[in-house]
DNA sequence: CTCGATTGCTACTGAATCAGTAGCACAGCG
DNA sequence: CGCTGTGCTACTGATTCAGTAGCAATCGAG
C-alpha cells in the first residue's frame, strides 16, 4: 500500500502538502492550462500539454479532484473556484519566471539549449 | 545523454521551463527551506527536508544553483537574490494552503490521514 | 602529523513514477 | 450497425527516487 507510506507528505505543513501535490510531472502544467484555457476534455489537455501519458493525465486529474481543485462537467474538466485561486498565486510566478529566463539567457546564452538546468557538466572545480 | 532529451520543459513558455523545475521531487521544499531556515549545510538540509536521499538532494541543489536561486558559501548553502524572489511570490502559497488544508480537512476529515489526494482505492475489490 | 568529527558528495540496489502505445466501454450520429 | 469522439485502463520499458554505504577534504584538538 504505497499510498499510505511513500509520499506521506514528509510533513504536516499545508505548505509542504502542497508542495508534494504540484511537485509532480504535470500537476501544475494541468491546472495552470485548465485555468487559462478553459475547460478541456481529456484529450484536449493531453494535447495541450505536450501529448502527456493517459495513465500520468489521469492520475494527475484523479489528484487535482480529490484536492477540489478541478471538477468535470458534461463539457469536460475545468478549474474549480479553489483551483481559480491557487492559480491567482501562481500568476505572478508566470511574470516572474519570464525576466528570470531573460536574465538566464544573458547569462549563459550558449548553455540554454532546452532546460538549462540539467547541465551535462560543471567540471572545472574552484 | 538525458539532458537535453527527457525534461525538454514540454514548451517554451518560461512558465512551464519553472513548472518542469520546481516539479521535482524537493525542488521547492529545498528553496522553501533555505529561504525560512536561512544558510544549511548539505546535511541540515537533508535532516530539516525529511532525510532526502543525498542523491536526490545534490541533484537538486545543482539545478537550483544553475537556475541561480540559491548559492554555495563557505557557510554552506545559502538562497541568492533570485532565490528570494522567487520565494516571495511562493509565500502566498503558504498562506492560501492553510486555508485549503483546513477546507479539506473539514470536508473529508476521514479520510485525511497523510497526502490525502492518493485514495487507497477506487476499483471495488476483485 | 595523527586522531576524530563534520561536511560535501558519489556509487549502488531496489522501488516508485513516468512515457508511450494499444485498446476497451460508452455515448451521439447517420 | 458502423463511425467518431471521450474517458479511461493495461502493459512495457525508461527515468527518477529512496535508502544505505562509503570516500575525499576540511577543521579543531593533541
Redesign the interface.
Known sequence: ?P???V?????RK????????????????VL?TLCTSGPCTFRDLQDQ??SVSPSVLNARL??LR???LIGHSGQGYHAEP?GF??HE??V???A???S??A??AS?APEAR????????D?SSGS
Open positions: 500500500m499510498e499510505l507510506s509520499r506521506g507528505s514528509r510533513s499545508p505548505i509542504m502538502v502542497l508542495f508534494d501535490l504540484l511537485g509532480r510531472r504535470w500537476a501544475m502544467g495552470w500539454c505536450g484523479k489528484e480529490n484536492a477540489k479553489l485561486e491557487l498565486r501562481l505572478p510566478l508566470g516572474w519566471s519570464r528570470w529566463a536574465l538566464l547569462d539549449h532546452e532546460t538549462a538546468f540539467t547541465q551535462p560543471r
